[in-house]
Nanobody, 123 residues
Framework: QVQLVESGGGLVQAGGSLRLSCAASERTFSSYAMGWFRQTPAKEREFVAAISWSGGSTYYEDSVKGRFTISRDNAKNTVYLQMNSLKPGDTAVYYC????????????????WGQGTQVTVSS
């Protein structure tokens, strides 16, 4: 099965930037659509961004549009989430996820998940 490992989280001040990475074990990584989700203790896991298997299509939750950028490097079996202009409301555990071929927008549409990486934005 596919194993996903997130990294790059940490503590940052409001207005700062972080880049999250998600490394996949799957040799056919390029056949999978990838997504980023986030979760706090008070909220359900929510969609943040997704990218198609080819990298040709990207989608974002409204609150992160213009601030976050999802990308992938299929040669490295890695997906990234560049997060700029971070706000305290972005504080959450961020998870990467994968599903075969096509993009999904809900957690139950994804088959494989990483363990998550904590992002904390201070004011």
């Amino acid at each position: 099965q596919v194993q996903l490992v997130e990294s790059g989280g940490g503590l940052v001040q409001a207005g700062g930037s972080l880049r999250l990475s998600c490394a996949a074990s799957e040799r056919t990584f390029s056949s999978y659509a990838m997504g980023w989700f986030r979760q706090t203790p008070a909220k359900e896991r929510e969609f943040v961004a997704a990218i198609s298997w080819s990298g040709g299509s990207t989608y974002y939750e409204d609150s992160v549009k213009g601030r976050f950028t999802i990308s992938r490097d299929n040669a490295k079996n890695t997906v990234y989430l560049q997060m700029n202009s971070l706000k305290p409301g972005d504080t959450a555990v961020y998870y990467c996820a994968s599903r075969y071929y096509s993009i999904g927008y809900y957690p139950d549409e994804y088959d494989y998940w990483g363990q998550g990486t904590q992002v904390t934005v201070s004011s």
